[in-house]
């Protein structure tokens, strides 16, 4: 979405949405951004209309546009 790829991942030992430049996908210390900080349940399932980002996170339904950042 708008030149960054979008992806669920647990490096930081919680599961979350971050975010990296395209540009940096194969570079050896990518700049990743954290958007969701997450410590209760992981967030799963991730899928995108290619303008937004729809996942679960426990049992709620998380509705994430890289427009506005929330």
């Known amino acids: ?3 960054r790829l979008y992806f669920l991942s647990d490096h ?3 599961g979350n949405l971050y975010s ?3 540009s940096e996908v194969l570079s050896p210390a ?3 951004t954290q958007h ?3 410590r209760d349940y ?3 399932n991730a ?3 290619g303008q937004r980002i729809v996942f679960h ?3 709620e339904v998380h509705l994430f546009s890289p427009e506005t950042g929330v």
């Open 1 to 3: 979405i708008e030149e």
């Open 42 to 44: 992981y967030a799963r």
């Open 57 to 59: 996170q426990g049992a």
């Open 30 to 32: 990518p700049e990743i």
């Open 20 to 22: 990296v430049e395209l």
């Open 47 to 49: 899928q995108s209309d």
């Open 12 to 14: 930081d030992n919680w």
């Open 36 to 38: 969701t900080k997450f």
